[in-house]
């Protein structure tokens, strides 16, 4: 056997076992995840959108990131732009003016 064959080896054991664990925390993450209702995201959003509380307080409150909270409102604004589309978690999205 050659000297530089035996790192390869190495490097190709490290490396799998890198993506076990890899694998193995996100797995983890999944399982932890918390999944919103469709009644909770448009209560979250109602809430942002009348304004009495500063966004990032909502989110603090409801325990989501920032993020999260604009992409849902970010898909309910594309119901506007495509006439008779549905997200696949709500049936209903608040409109900018609070009616549902």
């Not at 890899?22 to 999944?35: C, E, G, H, M, P």
């Not at 909770?40 to 304004?51: A, F, S």
């Amino acid at each position: 056997m050659n000297d530089q064959e035996k790192p390869q080896v190495h490097a190709t054991g490290a490396a799998r076992s890198a993506e076990t664990a890899r694998s193995l925390i996100r797995k983890a993450k999944r399982a932890t995840r918390r999944r919103f209702s469709s009644e909770d995201k448009i209560r979250i959003l109602m809430e942002g959108i009348r304004g009495e509380l500063a966004v990032a307080e909502l989110c603090r409150r409801e325990g989501i990131h920032a993020t999260v909270y604009y992409k849902w409102l970010k898909d309910c604004s594309k119901l506007d732009q495509v006439p008779g589309q549905k997200l696949p978690f709500i049936s209903e999205c608040p409109s900018a003016d609070g009616q549902a």
